[in-house]
């Protein structure tokens, strides 16, 4: 697997908030997997269950970062990162997707995607390409090692547009 992620992607980060990720997956089990890896790792997490309910909430809360699968009913991956684009969003993009034919994010300069994660992957590489992107600080990393926090299971089940805020 190759991970593309550009120094112009790496974000600044707000001494008040952590880093709010939005994980569009049509699969449950990805999204709830997803969900507790980056809230157990420290990220705000919301969900979306397609494309089009994922652009949505895109128009109404600010997001650092997108992590979406590609193929997904109602609105695939790269269309609602093309919608992005053309909107005016600069918010970096992680597609993960089965889709071997995808290629390369370099392959989509025009889209200006961070990275793609191609299935099957181990969801470390999920989380390592997460913070290359949006790092956590070292506070904040360190903390994640040691102390073993785990997102509550509801808090990623609640079904689309789950919220969880890591304590």
Not at 20 to 38: F, P
Not at 138 to 156: F, I, N, Q, Y
């Amino acid at each position: 697997m190759n991970v593309e992620a550009p120094a112009a992607a790496i974000l600044v980060r707000s001494p008040y908030r952590s880093w709010r990720i939005l994980v569009v997956d049509d699969d449950e089990n990805a999204r709830y997997l997803d969900c507790a890896m980056l809230s157990h790792a420290g990220y705000t997490v919301d969900t979306a269950a397609d494309g089009e309910e994922a652009w949505k909430m895109l128009l109404s809360i600010p997001y650092d970062l997108l992590l979406s699968d590609h193929n997904m009913p109602r609105l695939c991956g790269l269309a609602l990162v093309a919608r992005m684009r053309a909107a005016g969003m600069a918010l970096p993009v992680i597609i993960n997707s089965g889709c071997l034919e995808l290629g390369e994010a370099s392959n989509y300069l025009g889209l200006d995607l961070a990275a793609i994660l191609h299935k099957p992957f181990e969801f470390t590489e999920v989380l390592d390409a997460v913070k290359r992107i949006l790092p956590l600080p070292p506070d904040r990393e360190e903390a994640t090692l040691h102390k073993g926090r785990a997102a509550s299971p509801t808090s990623c089940l609640r079904g689309s547009s789950d919220s969880f805020a890591p304590t």
